[in-house]
């Protein structure tokens, strides 16, 4: 049996994706999605948890997710998991995680992304899974 180096999420966009192109004409989209989840503590209080996750798509599937998508959409990727080490302009190393996306799907109707939150719910209303302080939108 063989390591297996998959994640899935289901989340809102922190913000739009940022499209760049390398000098080679290679699209690629840099996004972060926020999940959650909420919980009891020990005494018995809710608590909402937001996570907020790196995510880089390459070619075709970049242009797409800077077409589609904006600031607050709902969508559900995959793909692997991976920590880049780069140097900064003072020379220092640097290391990034993110999720290297290979499948994504939106959930949203086309235009429901940031003015309108998942089904049954109106414009304003608390994101389910997410306290209102954290989220950016």
Do not use: H
Request: charged residues 30%; negative net charge.
């Amino acid at each position: 049996m063989s390591d297996l180096n998959l994640c899935v999420f289901t989340g809102r966009l922190g913000q739009s994706p940022e499209i760049r192109y390398t000098p080679s004409g290679v699209a690629v989209a840099n996004f972060t999605i926020a999940v959650g989840k909420k919980y009891k503590n020990k005494n018995g209080e809710q608590v909402d948890q937001t996570e907020w996750v790196k995510c880089v798509a390459w070619k075709r599937l970049a242009e797409i997710i800077g077409e589609y998508c904006d600031k607050g959409s709902r969508v559900q990727l995959s793909g692997e998991f991976q920590t880049r080490k780069w140097d900064d302009k003072d020379g220092n190393a640097r290391y990034t995680t993110e999720i290297v996306v290979d499948k994504f799907q939106m959930l949203d109707s086309k235009g429901q992304s940031q003015d309108r939150g998942p089904e049954g719910t109106n414009p304003g209303d608390p994101v389910p899974g997410f306290p209102e302080d954290d989220i950016p939108f």
